[in-house]
């Protein structure tokens, strides 16, 4: 009988003996440290078009080496590097966009205020900038000032009104241009006669 409770005791303490053991083995296999010869960032997932800056890249590892980091260790840091960074631009891109938005408002604010060409002018003027702005602005132009909001930005508006204007006076540059009268056949073919 007192081999049976020696016998569960020993199991029981050797069940946890082997828990114990196996928990110290697999700290030291996961350490946190232990420098590795180089480092090397191949399993670190990184987003498409996405590659290391070297500098940087030599900057984290001198890093890495100095608190004797391990390659998981470094792998883990390098992963939530790359997750801030990640985070960081589509912030920055939000950002941007934001303030392009704001921007175009403003634009388009300025541009029915505007003394010259604005408020009660606003919708002549905009048919006449049109005029210029269909005839001299193929698509490629019209969508470059469309994704930057310039088509809205009173100085480009005022350019093509300008234009518009003079395209209606028959005028280039501010000169007017008079229609020539027809000439016949026979004064064209024989002018000395």
Same mark, same amino acid.
């Given at each position: 009988?007192?081999?049976?409770?020696?016998?569960? *005791?020993?199991?029981?303490?050797?069940?946890?003996?082997?828990?114990?053991?196996?928990?110290?083995?697999?700290?030291?296999?996961?350490?946190?440290? =232990?420098?590795?010869?180089?480092?090397?960032?191949?399993?670190?997932?990184?987003?498409?078009?996405?590659?290391?800056?070297?500098?940087?890249?030599?900057?984290?590892?001198?890093?890495?080496?100095?608190?004797?980091?391990?390659?998981?260790?470094?792998?883990?840091?390098? #992963?939530?590097?790359?997750?801030?960074?990640?985070?960081? =631009?589509?912030?920055?891109?939000? *950002?941007?966009?934001?303030?392009?938005?704001?921007? /175009?408002?403003?634009?388009?604010?300025?541009?029915?205020?505007?003394?010259? &060409? =604005? =408020?009660?002018?606003?919708? !002549?003027?905009?048919? *006449?900038?049109? &005029?210029?702005?269909?005839?001299?602005?193929? #698509?490629?132009?019209?969508?470059?000032?469309?994704? #930057?909001?310039?088509?809205?930005?009173?100085? /480009?508006?005022?350019?093509?009104?300008? &234009?518009? !204007?003079?395209?209606?006076?028959? #005028?280039?540059?501010?000169?007017? &241009?008079?229609?020539?009268?027809?000439?016949?056949?026979?004064?064209?073919?024989?002018? *000395?006669?």
């Amino acid at each position: 009988m007192s081999e049976n409770v020696q016998e569960q *005791t020993l199991v029981g303490l050797g069940e946890n003996a082997l828990s114990k053991n196996v928990q110290v083995e697999a700290l030291q296999e996961e350490s946190c440290y =232990g420098k590795p010869e180089k480092y090397d960032y191949a399993g670190v997932e990184l987003p498409e078009n996405y590659c290391y800056d070297e500098n940087l890249l030599n900057e984290f590892n001198d890093l890495a080496g100095k608190y004797n980091l391990s390659q998981k260790s470094a792998n883990e840091l390098m #992963s939530m590097a790359v997750k801030l960074t990640k985070l960081a =631009g589509n912030n920055y891109s939000k *950002t941007m966009a934001e303030q392009q938005r704001q921007q /175009i408002e403003n634009y388009k604010q300025n541009l029915i205020t505007d003394r010259e &060409i =604005g =408020g009660a002018k606003f919708e !002549k003027t905009m048919r *006449t900038a049109n &005029i210029a702005y269909t005839q001299f602005a193929d #698509s490629e132009v019209q969508n470059l000032l469309a994704n #930057s909001g310039l088509n809205c930005h009173p100085k /480009i508006v005022k350019m093509f009104y300008e &234009i518009g !204007k003079r395209m209606q006076n028959d #005028s280039i540059y501010g000169v007017n &241009i008079a229609a020539t009268p027809k000439e016949n056949r026979e004064d064209i073919l024989f002018p *000395t006669m």
